[in-house]
């Protein structure tokens, strides 16, 4: 089992964590994972704070990456919570805002969240 880089932040996982090589945690303030959870190969958590329940298990190919959070530890409400028994694949979450995603939930590949209105022009807001 590979180690996360834990670049910021704190990381706690619960029992039989299974991580890939190259998942990278830069978190302002702490990721939770619960019991049996998967993070894939290449995975990027971000944000402020990231907390997933039990049984999540997490998919990427080769040339993709799961990336939740996607640099924005600065934003105060950059905070991502899911529930038990889900599954991500190379799915992009952009926090600037709170996202919570209960239990039982899928994301199928290639999947975008964005919290912010990305596809304005920086000068209307």
């Given at each position: 089992?590979?180690v996360p880089?834990?670049k910021?932040?704190?990381?706690h996982?619960?029992?039989?964590l299974?991580c890939?090589?190259n998942v990278?945690?830069?978190?302002d303030?702490e ?5 049996r ?11 402020r704070r990231?907390e ?6 997490g998919?990427?190919w080769e040339?993709?990456r799961?990336d939740i959070?996607?640099?924005r ?12 028994r889900?599954t991500?694949?190379?799915n992009?979450?952009?926090l ?7 239990d ?10 964005y ?6 022009s920086p000068?209307?807001?």
């Amino acid at each position: 089992m590979a180690v996360p880089l834990v670049k910021s932040g704190k990381f706690h996982a619960g029992s039989d964590l299974a991580c890939g090589d190259n998942v990278v945690v830069d978190v302002d303030e702490e990721v939770i994972l619960g019991d049996r959870c998967s993070i894939p190969h290449n995975a990027y958590l971000g944000g402020r704070r990231i907390e997933i329940g039990n049984d999540w298990h997490g998919y990427s190919w080769e040339w993709k990456r799961l990336d939740i959070g996607h640099s924005r530890r600065d934003f105060e409400g950059a905070i991502f919570k899911m529930g038990s028994r889900c599954t991500t694949h190379d799915n992009k979450i952009d926090l600037s805002k709170p996202v919570t995603i209960g239990d039982d939930v899928g994301l199928s590949p290639e999947v975008t969240i964005y919290t912010h209105f990305y596809w304005q022009s920086p000068l209307d807001g």
